[in-house]
């Protein structure tokens, strides 16, 4: 492994809270220890602290798993090591081969949360030029979708936390609904401090996780709804808000439209009728939704456990809706936001890698939208592809009659992180080509025809986007290993080999120059942001027009709409993706685990983080177990109407009768995907990962 010694001041290569750190190269003589050591470094939302992620994350660099060569595979299904040469032009021969056979739309382009915003770029650039195809998405997909989708619709912009993360710290009050922030974001608790010394801290969640733990000894408040009823919940907290007139009437007369129809579409769920639907007391309800308006600063924050249902968009519009009647948003002392996961899960769906949107979140759609990028890239705007298929359409449709034949896979793990993986495997084995981008063999470049080993986050220069929307540089510290390359470098390659019209720069300065021109006058605006500022410190919240300082703070003075209002949108709960609580079967959710971060490929690398949590251990009560014959540490089975999956056996009073918890960071019969469902919300795309219906059984220990 060849390494450049050097330091940099960066920030951590696993979630949105992008703590700050820095790394050091080792020299030479240290070698083959550590490549790197990393220090915490003071920033406002990490403040010198780290998790054990980030801590542990150099361990990687050096890692004897890291791929240094392209790979080929046989048709035994072994691979063999091949040149770079010879990689790029079958790759593109194959493309080029696909589209004149059977149309642009036959290549797929899938992305993910944590490339850097110039890698989200030219991914969406190089899809919609120099494939002309519609068929791009990403993982964040999973992650973001639904909320994203209720932020437009409510506010006219996405953008997570629309407020600095250190102004939660003056809060009397958070809510925080379907996030475990105390395991998955660890060093984001620091900022909640405020709200427990108050006794304000309300942590909504089927488990006692070890967010919910801080609400005890007078921290606040834990509610324990019924898995999925969220939305229900929600509406009856509306419900006392307007039955007991605690409404900010002057706010929502003033800064919102729409709240005429609110009082009737909550009518039916008074507190006695939510607590039979929910489980969560009504005299808990009325305390909680009491608090919220009472106090000084109070906040609502949103997660994936509320959101990740084919109701999440209506769910997190329940949330905005209890927020602006509470008169929260944009008012410099309270707010509400949702609480972004991946690293760069914000300005990943920014820039082109989504279904929809061309850079700046444009819509693609938009023919204004489409003739300024389209300038941009000196291309003619009829030549770009129209909307292409959010996630899960996109992998049905693999391998299918007009669906998609080849698929470049871009920083995500198919066969771990997609519902009903059974499925996605099976449409994954009818391609024609796969080609794989990654820096360790995972269980989606196992099925790959093509894998080229790429950089890892301290040996790339780019930006990121935090959940706050503020925009960081990813800086260099040490040279990739011989043999591995930069995205933006194949990105380049395979376009000059497809004759794509406009340029493609692998280097990332350049990219990002083009970048800010794309984005300009865009709801996500990063014209007047530069690597110069960027390197001297400036703080840069996004929309940042040219010439402006940013925005800290979204919605002081108007929302994105035109006429500046925020809409006010009735919902109700609707059927479930599949029944639930028959037949005995048990409500299975899904979610992280402190030691692991999303399909585990990274984590379960590092030998203090996997010797800490080497194998799914799926939560059940001990009633339930004792019912079901289950001991604690016992290996046990869990079926739905998708597959089978194994796990042993944590029983433990922190979860609810009913419901069963399975990490997903797991590969084999461990993966928790085998059973969930492809079933999505209509308006985000977004799968239903937190619910399924399922049956446990012990695994008899002759057989385990």
């Known amino acids: 492994?060849?390494?450049?010694?050097?330091?940099?001041?960066?920030?951590?290569?696993?979630?949105?809270?992008?703590?700050?750190?820095?790394?050091?190269?080792?020299?030479?003589?240290?070698?083959?220890?550590?490549?790197?050591?990393?220090?915490?470094?003071?920033?406002?939302?990490?403040?010198?602290?780290?998790?054990?992620?980030?801590?542990?994350?150099?361990?990687?660099?050096?890692?004897?798993?890291?791929?240094?060569?392209?790979?080929?595979?046989?048709?035994?299904?072994?691979?063999?090591?091949?040149?770079?040469?010879?990689?790029?032009?079958?790759?593109?021969?194959?493309?080029r081969r696909s589209r004149a056979e059977h149309g642009a739309d036959s290549v797929g382009v899938f992305g993910g949360g944590g490339l850097t915003n110039e890698k989200s770029y030219l991914l969406g650039k190089f899809a919609r030029v120099a494939l002309g195809t519609s068929r791009i998405d990403y993982n964040g997909r999973y992650c973001m979708s639904s909320a994203a989708a209720a932020g437009n619709r409510a506010f006219g912009v996405d953008r997570g936390l629309p407020f600095p993360v250190t102004d939660l710290d003056d809060a009397d009050t958070i809510l925080i609904l379907g996030s475990n922030v105390a395991e998955t974001m660890p060093p984001f608790i620091g900022h909640l401090e405020g709200a427990r010394a108050a006794g304000g801290l309300i942590v909504v969640d089927p488990r006692v996780s070890a967010t919910a733990r801080l609400t005890h000894d007078g921290g606040g408040m834990h509610l324990?709804?019924?898995?999925?009823?969220?939305?229900?919940?929600?509406?009856?907290?509306?419900?006392?808000?307007?039955?007991?007139?605690?409404?900010?009437?002057?706010?929502?007369?003033?800064?919102?439209?729409?709240?005429?129809?609110?009082?009737?579409?909550?009518?039916?769920?008074?507190?006695?009728?939510?607590?039979?639907?929910?489980?969560?007391?009504?005299?808990?309800?009325?305390?909680?939704?009491?608090?919220?308006?009472?106090?000084?600063?109070?906040?609502?924050?949103?997660?994936?456990?509320?959101?990740?249902?084919?109701?999440?968009?209506?769910?997190?519009?329940?949330?905005?809706?209890?927020a602006l009647l509470l008169g929260l948003p944009g008012t410099g002392r309270s707010g509400y936001g949702t609480l972004t996961g991946q690293g760069n899960g914000q300005g990943g769906r920014e820039h082109g890698q989504k279904a929809d949107q061309l850079p700046g979140y444009r819509k693609i759609t938009d023919p204004e939208a489409r003739a300024h990028v389209a300038r941009v890239w000196g291309i003619d705007p009829d030549s770009l592809p129209g909307a292409g298929l959010p996630a899960v359409q996109l992998l049905a449709s693999l391998g299918q009659p007009d669906g998609v034949r080849c698929l470049l896979v871009h920083g995500s793990n198919l066969v771990i992180s997609s519902p009903d993986v059974a499925a996605v495997r099976a449409g994954i084995e009818r391609l024609d080509l796969l080609v794989v981008c990654d820096f360790f063999f995972t269980?989606?470049?196992?099925?790959?025809?093509?894998?080229?080993?790429?950089?890892?986050?301290?040996e790339e220069e780019g930006t990121m986007t935090s959940l706050e929307g503020?925009?960081?540089?990813?800086?260099?510290?040490?040279?990739?290993?011989?043999?591995v390359r930069d995205e933006l470098w194949i990105l380049s390659e395979l376009a000059r080999r497809l004759e794509a019209p406009s340029t493609f720069s692998d280097r990332p300065e350049e990219v990002f120059e083009e970048l800010r021109l794309a984005s300009e006058g865009g709801l996500a605006d990063y014209s007047g942001i530069s690597y110069e500022a960027l390197d001297r410190g400036e703080e840069a919240y996004w929309p940042y027009p040219r010439g402006s300082?940013?925005?800290?703070?979204?919605?002081?003075?108007?929302?994105?709409h035109p006429d500046g209002l925020a809409r006010i949108v009735p919902v109700r709960p609707s059927a479930k993706a599949e029944p639930l609580h028959q037949g005995g079967a048990l409500t299975l959710i899904t979610g992280r685990l402190l030691e692991h971060y999303q399909s585990g490929?990274?984590?379960?690398?590092?030998d203090e983080l996997q010797s800490a949590q080497p194998e799914a251990r799926v939560q059940l009560h001990p009633a339930t177990a004792s019912r079901l014959g289950i001991e604690d540490g016992g290996w046990i089975e869990l079926e739905t109407a998708r597959g089978t999956a194994r796990g042993r056996a944590a029983v433990t009073g922190d979860i609810r009768q009913d419901t069963v918890f399975m990490p997903f960071h797991f590969p084999g019969d461990q993966t928790a995907n085998l059973l969930t469902l492809s079933a999505t919300d209509p308006i985000s795309g977004m799968p239903e990962f937190k619910t399924a219906a399922v049956h446990v059984r012990p695994i008899p220990e002759a057989i385990s």
């Open 601 to 606: 490929a990274q984590t379960r690398r590092v």
């Open 549 to 560: 300082a940013g925005t800290p703070r979204l919605f002081l003075d108007r929302f994105a």
């Open 470 to 483: 503020r925009v960081l540089r990813r800086r260099a510290a040490l040279a990739p290993p011989n043999g």
């Open 1 to 95: 492994m060849t390494i450049a010694s050097g330091v940099a001041d960066t920030h951590c290569p696993y979630c949105a809270l992008q703590c700050a750190m820095t790394v050091t190269a080792a020299p030479e003589a240290a070698l083959p220890g550590p490549a790197a050591t990393i220090a915490g470094r003071f920033f406002p939302t990490n403040r010198g602290g780290l998790c054990k992620k980030g801590w542990t994350s150099a361990e990687l660099l050096g890692s004897a798993e890291r791929l240094t060569s392209p790979l080929r595979r046989r048709a035994d299904g072994g691979f063999d090591e091949i040149s770079w040469h010879e990689a790029l032009d079958e790759i593109a021969e194959k493309l």
């Open 224 to 322: 324990q709804p019924t898995p999925g009823s969220d939305l229900v919940l929600l509406l009856g907290l509306i419900h006392i808000v307007i039955a007991e007139g605690l409404v900010d009437e002057k706010y929502v007369a003033e800064r919102t439209v729409g709240a005429a129809g609110l009082a009737r579409s909550v009518s039916q769920w008074w507190p006695e009728r939510v607590q039979e639907h929910t489980g969560v007391p009504a005299w808990e309800l009325r305390s909680v939704a009491r608090r919220l308006a009472a106090s000084n600063g109070s906040y609502i924050l949103t997660g994936r456990g509320v959101e990740q249902h084919v109701d999440g968009t209506d769910t997190a519009t329940a949330a905005i809706n209890l």
């Open 443 to 458: 269980e989606t470049a196992s099925l790959a025809d093509l894998v080229l080993p790429v950089t890892q986050w301290a």
